[in-house]
């Protein structure tokens, strides 16, 4: 595979952290992908500048009776080499006032869509024989979700749930991991910070004691799904500053 032009596709390419995956694969001079729903500014800017990147615009929230295999052929109906599955709905809900619509709309756009994307788009890597899957979940699984985020941390704690499959895969070289991704200086944490009592009390548990930003995580996300990840597979890793 290491002469051969190698395609990302990044569900939710449009986040911050998204963004900054976009550009390391563009550096890296892969085709890209990006997928997103809102905020496409950013991506257009940088398809200005790259006859690499590709984006489509797709709002996963309309999956009533929506066909799987269909929307694949339709919107993602290529070969992919790595995927980074980093979609993010928040419904602002608690546990107390959640209610069966809500999670199952966060549960639908979370893990569900994905996950059955990913298992279309999988059989095209085992025949080439290389690929790299990337599941972004979120700290919030570990302490059952924040005061307005428990819809989200059980949709992505569903999301982390790797099938027994990638044990065959990996003698394909198809690699599928998991990465829970810590408080990061995103759109979402930066409003948390301007109510700064609320950002300081979060930050005590951190022992690095600062947010993560974009960029450090995209980082960690490039370590999984390139060359650089040769050996890993069938893991839940965890990027959170110590939290």
Known sequence: MKNKKRHALILGGSSDIGIEVVKNFLKMKW????????????????????????????????????????????????????????????????FENTNLKSILKSLTINAILPILIEKMLVKRMLSQKWGRILNCSSIGVKFGGGTNSYNYSLSKHCLEFIPNSYKSWAKRNVFINNLRIGVTNTKIHKKMKRKKSTMKNRLKHIPINRMAEPKEISDYIMSLTTDSNSYMTGQTLTVSGGE
Request: zero cysteines.
């Open 31 to 94: 085709t890209v992908t990006a997928h997103f729903f809102k905020n496409k500014k950013k991506l257009k800017n940088l398809k200005k500048d790259s006859k690499n990147l590709n984006i489509i615009e797709f709002n996963f929230a309309n999956y009533n009776n929506l066909n799987v295999e269909n929307l694949v052929v339709k919107k993602f109906s290529r070969k992919y080499d790595s995927i980074v599955n980093l979609i993010g709905y928040v419904d602002n809900k608690g």
